[in-house]
């Protein structure tokens, strides 16, 4: 029986166990999801996690905040771009190791491409030689994977972080980091071509929350995209669509990494309609 689970907290918004039951449905496996609200503080609890899979207990699980980082203490191995990115997502055994991945990064660069793919395509894709800058708001662990997916690509990145000590973790030739305020942004704001919302602000159950600042105009030519998925459009994306921008939320990252979590686990590449109908199918 394939056991799988979900580290961190809270959990209450989340729809892993909806999309990895329905996976496990769809390819005739027996198993479960379950949800392990492990506290920030509570060290040894999330050290007895990892102790399962490594004992066979549970087959692999999922860390989400605020895990992502000090899991790594525990992990025999990383993979590349998890050791790249400072981060995991993504935890599972192979040949009695406990390796680390981040299935984070490329999710979010498939869900992202794909929407840029939709509607008239911003003239800053469509000239190769324009330099591509993004505004990341935040710098825990899901800033550290949209920045590394984001510079593999050739995006110039600021960072704008309240913590500027964490932010400069990130750091390296590709980034900038700026001061999360509405003076320190206002005055490099026509400059983005993209801006990225990682914190969790504006997710359930506080969803009159939003990233943004009251009064300061979005850039006119820019892409905004959500990292929140819970509530599907949150108050980030209404503002940003109000002002007549293209925005998304983050339900499609969230089913790319979690089908390439489960293909990590399973070796089973399972239809993302079959996550995305998962979804549809819980209370939005």
């Known amino acids: ?35 392990f609200p492990i506290k920030q503080v509570d060290i040894q609890g999330l050290k007895s996690i990892l102790d399962q899979v490594r004992r066979g207990e549970l087959t692999g699980v999922n860390i989400t905040a605020p895990h992502k980082q000090n ?4 992990l025999d191995e990383l993979t590349l771009p998890a050791r790249s990115i400072g981060a995991v997502n993504t935890i599972y055994l192979k040949e009695g190791k406990l390796i680390g991945d981040n299935t984070d990064a490329p999710g979010f660069l498939t869900d992202l491409n794909n929407f840029l793919q939709e509607g008239k395509t911003p003239v800053w894709k469509e000239d190769k030689k324009m330099e591509k800058t993004a505004l990341i708001l935040g710098a825990g662990g899901s800033a550290r994977a949209v920045s590394y997916a ?5 995006w110039t990145i600021t960072i704008a972080a309240r913590n500027l000590v964490k932010a400069r973790e990130l750091a ?3 980034f900038h980091i700026t001061h999360y305020d509405a003076i320190h942004i206002e005055s490099q704001l026509s400059t983005f071509h993209l801006i990225v ?5 504006g997710m359930f159950p506080k969803i009159d929350a939003s990233p943004w600042f009251a009064g300061l ?3 006119k030519a820019a892409v905004l995209y959500d990292l929140v998925y819970n509530p599907r459009e949150t108050l980030l994306v209404k503002q940003a669509r109000a ?24 070796s089973q590449d399972i239809p993302r309609r079959i996550m995305f109908d998962a979804i549809n199918n819980t209370n939005p």
Do not use: K
């Open 197 to 201: 919302n990682t914190t969790p602000i």
């Open 172 to 174: 390296n030739s590709h």
């Open 1 to 35: 029986m394939i056991r799988l689970g979900l580290v961190g907290c809270p959990l209450d918004h989340s729809l892993s166990p909806a999309l990895h039951s329905a996976a496990l449905q769809a390819c005739g496996l027996q198993g479960r999801y379950s949800l």
């Open 150 to 154: 984001l510079a593999i690509t050739g």
């Open 71 to 74: 899991t790594i203490q525990f």
């Open 217 to 219: 105009a979005f850039p």
């Open 243 to 266: 002002s007549g921008l293209r925005a998304i939320s983050g339900v499609g990252m969230l089913v790319e990494q979690a089908a390439l979590a489960f293909q990590l686990w399973t």
